[in-house]
């Protein structure tokens, strides 16, 4: 059976980072011909690289992978960095994909952009309901700009484009810089650290109360392709993940029981815990993905994400 994508036209931002490679290696996988642009060819920041970018290498769908992003620590230390950059490429992207008459465009948001004090999981329709988490305000703010720009570009110009929202990613190839790292990552590192220098405690930060949903690299990318297929409301985003709750202590107890840590560990309370909860409802993405839900329960991806590290610690450490 011909596939959606097959000899589609398909352009990837951020292509060859952690997301987006999977990304783009089931669209091949396939059938779909994609353009992954690099940096230093296309900086993406501006609006003539992206336009060259869409004029040079025409493309029928463009999925909007690439950000400038990390855990709460850079969200600490780079607020400026992470609003300009995400804020600005987001939105030249959209101007010159009209410009260029790219058909669709696949925007990836994140649950940053959802009010960061309501009490339960996060539906689409409550994306307005109050404030971001201050912790995250720089970048959720700007993926949540794309989603009215989205509104706005149909209205005016007739450019179709949808909007995933992700939550906390985790998987080989992520970032392992503990200054940049989300806590999966920041945590595989000091469990395999520990385990290597047979240290007797590790710090964790903040107060292991908080409650995330943790989506498996490869799972999301399914999501996403299939969601880029299915999808086609520009007025209302799209959940992609687990649905799923768990605490950082819970968290912990995982890691301890796949690595099998026996030492002590201590909770950092003067790091930030961030929103208390951050959770999504997954009822629509169901619906729409007829039935799709993550393979990867957290277990088994903490599993190969610490075998990974451990082959690979040497590289994984070099990366930003
Ligand atoms: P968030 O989901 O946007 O808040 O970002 P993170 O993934 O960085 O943090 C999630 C939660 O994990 C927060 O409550 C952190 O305090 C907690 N956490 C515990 N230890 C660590 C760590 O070593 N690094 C990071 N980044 N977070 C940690």
Redesign the pocket.
């Known amino acids: 059976m011909k596939s959606y994508w097959s000899g589609k036209r398909v352009t990837v931002t951020g292509g060859a980072g952690f997301l987006g490679q999977h990304v783009v290696r089931r669209l091949e996988s396939y059938g779909a011909k994609v353009f992954v642009p690099r940096q230093r060819a296309y900086n993406l920041v501006a609006l003539d690289a992206c336009l060259r970018c869409l004029l040079e290498h025409p493309c029928d769908v463009l999925f909007h992978t690439a950000a400038y992003y990390g ?3 850079i ?1 600490q230390s780079e607020p400026a960095r992470l609003y300009y950059t995400n804020l600005v490429m987001g939105a030249n992207l959209m101007e010159a994909a009209r410009l260029a008459q790219v058909a669709k465009v696949v925007n990836i948001g994140t649950a ?1 952009s959802y009010p960061g004090y309501l009490e339960g999981h996060l539906k689409e329709r409550d994306l307005w309901a109050g404030p971001c988490h201050a ?2 305000v720089n970048y959720g703010l700007t993926k949540k700009m794309l989603a009215v720009q989205g509104e706005a570009y149909k209205k005016q110009y007739g450019l179709d484009s949808i909007h995933l929202i992700l939550t ?1 990613l985790y998987g080989p190839g992520d970032s392992y810089n ?1 200054e940049r ?3 999966v990552a ?2 595989v590192r ?1 469990w395999v650290e520990a385990e290597m220098a047979k240290a007797p405690r590790i710090e ?3 107060t292991g109360k ?1 409650v ?1 949903e943790f989506i498996y690299v490869e799972d999301c990318a399914d999501a996403i392709v299939l969601a880029a297929e299915k999808y086609q409301d520009v007025t209302m985003p799209l959940n992609i993940g687990t649905g799923i709750g768990t605490t ?1 202590r819970e968290l912990v107890e995982t890691i301890n029981a796949v690595t099998g840590y026996r030492g002590t560990i201590t909770w950092n309370a003067d ?5 208390m909860m ?1 959770v999504l409802d997954v009822e629509r993405m169901r619906q729409v993905l007829e039935g799709w839900t993550p393979p990867t329960d957290l277990k088994s991806g903490l599993a190969k994400t610490i075998a990974w590290y451990r082959a690979n610690k040497a590289q994984a450490d070099t990366k930003w």
Do not use: M, T
Not at 271 to 275: I, S
């Open positions: 855990g709460i620590g969200n940053c912790s995250v906390n503990p790292s989300h806590v920041a945590l000091k964790v930060w903040g908080p995330r950082i790091k930030p815990d961030g929103a951050k």
